[in-house]
C-alpha cells in the first residue's frame, strides 16, 4: 500500500548521470557485466525469457557489481571471476528486489511496472525463485566454494533481516538496536559480500578483505538509512518507485524511532495514529513533525557517521582512481535523490 | 482453491509404514540426517526458529534424501558429503513445498497448517527464500563445487518448470508434450539430481552416474503423474493435502489431457465447463467421465512404464539391500495412496 502524496509543484532534476561519472574507472567492466547478465537471462521459452528481462530493467544503479568491481580494481586486477560474481550479485539483488515487492506490494520500480503489478503474485514468487537458483549455479561455475560460501551466506543472512523485518511489522516499540540489526542483514550483508568478493579474487590479505568488507557493510547501512528517509522525503516521479510503502506496512524507520523515543505517552499514542493512518494529510502532518524534532536531521547523521566508519576502512588502500570511487560512491550514497 | 469433496464414508487406513520400511537399509542414516536437518534449522531468533521448525514437520516422506543416500550405498558406501547433500536436497524441497503452498493457496500439507495459512503469503516467501539460501550454503561447505553445480543447476530446472506451469494455468489445449516437459522439470530434475549425486560421491563412473540420474529422472515423472492422479482420486484425510487444487488452478493434467483429447469440439466444450466450475456436483461428474474413458488407467500405464524404464537403469548394479529397495521404491510410487 502507498500513500497518496500531493504532487510536486517543481520537477526536480534526475540526476542519473552523478553515479554513472563515479563509476567511470570500471566503466566498461561494468558494461560488460551489463552484456553478461542480459546473455545469461536469455531463455528458449517466450514467457520465461519476457520475465527475465523485465527483471534485468528493474535493476538499476548496479551498486553491488560496482562495488564488487571496484573493490577488485583498488587492491588489484578485475578478472573473469569478478565479471561472474560481479553478475551473480545483481542477479541476487534482482530476486530480492522481486519478492520484495510482492511483500510490499509495490506497483513501481525504477519507472517500470513491478512484476507482480503487470503479472501477479505467483509468477513473482517462481521468478525470484528462478533468478536466485540462476545465481547459484552461475557462482558454482568458478572453481573453488569460496564465492558459493560467501554469497550463499551472505544472502540466507538478508532473509533472516527480511524475516525479522516481517515479524517486528506493526510493532510501534521497536527498539533502535533492532532496527540496525535488520537493516544491517537486510541491507548492509549483500553490500559487505561484494567488497569481499572483490578483495578475495584480487589476491588481498584477510586483514585487507576484512576491512573491505566493513567498508560494504558500514556503507550498506548508510544506504538503508538513506532509502529510509527518502520513502518519507522522497519524490516519487525522481526515486521511480512508490513512496510511503514503509509506513503503508506499518515499519518503523530510523527517524520514526528517533521521534518516538523523545515523546511522552499521549504523543506517543498520536503519533501511533498518525503512522496507523496514513493519509496524505496524516503524512504531511507527520513530516513537519519528523522535520521540527531533528528526526529527519538525526538519520542524516547517524548514515554520515557510518559513511566515515567506511571511509576510513579504506586507509591503507594505494591511490587510484578505484579508491577515489570508492570514497566518492560512499558520500554518494547519503546525498542520492533516487 | 480446493474443492469440496464428500466425505468418505469409510476410513482407508493410511501406510505410513510402506515406503518406511522400504527404507530399512538406510534407516539409521536417513535418521541422522533429519536430526541434521533440524539442528541446521534452529536459529536464536525466536520467530525464525518457530517458521523453520514448523517447515521441518511439512516434509514428510523425505523421499529425496532417500534416493540420494540409497543411491549412494547401491554403489558403494555413504560418506559425510552424502549427509551433507541429503539435508540439503530436502531443505530445498521444503522451499518449493513453502512457495508451491503460496501459489496454490492451499490450506493442508501432511496434515499440517500450510506456512501461508497459519502466518501469510509474505512470511511463506520469506521463508522458502531462508531455505534456499540455508541449502546453498550448506551444500557450498563441500569441498569442490560439484554439488553446488548440480543442486544450482537441478533447482533452477525445477524454477524453470513452475513458471512454464505457470503460463499453462487455464490452458485447456494444453499439448501431452508440454505437460510432460513442464513435470520433468518441476519434479523430476531434483530427484534425478539426487542419485546423480548419490552416485557421484560414492565414486561411480560417469556411465553408471548418468544411468543413475536417468532412473531418478523417470521414477520423478512417475511421482508426478501419480500425484496429479492423487489430487483427484486420492482421499483428503489420507494424503493430508487440499485436493482438488489442479482445477481449481486450472491445471491440465495427463488425465484431463487425455480424455480431452478423444473428445469431439461439442464434448470438449462440456468438460471445459467442468473444468471451470469445479464445484462437489461437478468434480463427481469429471471423475466418472475419466474413469469411463480411461484417462485414469492411461496415467497409471503412463506412470508404470516409466517406472519400469527406471528400473532398467539399474541392471548394471550389484544386489544389495540398496539395489532392492530402489528397485521396490520404484513400485511405490505409482501405488501410494498419499
Redesign the interface.
Known amino acids: 500500500m502507498s500513500i497518496a502524496r500531493p504532487m510536486p509543484s517543481t520537477t526536480n532534476e534526475t540526476r542519473p548521470s552523478l553515479l554513472a561519472s563515479l563509476l567511470a574507472p570500471i566503466e566498461q567492466e561494468l558494461a560488460a557485466v551489463s552484456q553478461r547478465l542480459q546473455t545469461e537471462l536469455r531463455?528458449p521459452?517466450p514467457?520465461?525469457d519476457e520475465?527475465a528481462q523485465h527483471s534485468f530493467r528493474l535493476g538499476g544503479k548496479r551498486l553491488r557489481p560496482a562495488l564488487l568491481l571496484l573493490t577488485a580494481q583498488a587492491v588489484g586486477e578485475v578478472n573473469d571471476s569478478h565479471r561472474v560474481l560481479a553478475a551473480v550479485v545483481e542477479m541476487i539483488h534482482t530476486a530480492?528486489l522481486v519478492?520484495d515487492d510482492?511483500?510490499d506490494e509495490a506497483d513501481i520500480r525504477r519507472h517500470e511496472s513491478t512484476v507482480n503489478a503487470r503479472w501477479n503474485?505467483?509468477?513473482s514468487?517462481?521468478?525470484?525463485?528462478?533468478l536466485?537458483?540462476?545465481a547459484?549455479?552461475?557462482?558454482?561455475?568458478?572453481?573453488?566454494?569460496f564465492g558459493?560460501?560467501a554469497?550463499?551466506?551472505a544472502?540466507?543472512i538478508?532473509?533472516?533481516g527480511?524475516?525479522?523485518q516481517?515479524?517486528a511489522s506493526g510493532n510501534f516499540a521497536l527498539g533502535r538496536e533492532t532496527y540496525f540489526e535488520i537493516i544491517e542483514a537486510k541491507t548492509a550483508a549483500l553490500c559487505a559480500c561484494c567488497c569481499q568478493l572483490g578483495a578475495h579474487y584480487s589476491g588481498a590479505s584477510g586483514r585487507v578483505t576484512e576491512s573491505l568488507k566493513s567498508y560494504g557493510n558500514h556503507l550498506g547501512i548508510a544506504f538503508q538509512i538513506a532509502d529510509d528517509l527518502l520513502d518519507l522525503e522522497g519524490e516519487e516521479h525522481v526515486t521511480g518507485k512508490s513512496l510511503g510503502t514503509d509506513l503503508g506496512n506499518r515499519k518503523m524507520t530510523l527517524p520514526l524511532i528517533h521521534l518516538r523515543d523523545q515523546l511522552n505517552q499521549d504523543q506517543q499514542q498520536q503519533l501511533c495514529q498518525l503512522i496507523e493512518q496514513p493519509t496524505a494529510d496524516n503524512f504531511a502532518k507527520l513530516l513537519d513533525w519528523l522535520n521540527e524534532s531533528g528526526s529527519l536531521q538525526h538519520a542524516r547523521t547517524v548514515a554520515e557517521d557510518h559513511i566515515d566508519r567506511a571511509v576510513a576502512q579504506l586507509t591503507d588502500l594505494p591511490t587510484t582512481p578505484a579508491l577515489k570511487a570508492m570514497q566518492q560512491i560512499a558520500q554518494f550514497v547519503t546525498r542520492r535523490n533516487h
Do not use: M, P, W
Not at 136 to 145: H, I, P
Open positions: 531463455h521459452d514467457f520465461i520475465l530480492t519478492h510482492v511483500l503474485n505467483q509468477t514468487v517462481l521468478l525470484g525463485d528462478y536466485f537458483t540462476h547459484f549455479y552461475l557462482a558454482s561455475t568458478l572453481e573453488t566454494t558459493c560460501r554469497i550463499g551466506r544472502t540466507n538478508v532473509c533472516e527480511e524475516l525479522k516481517t515479524a
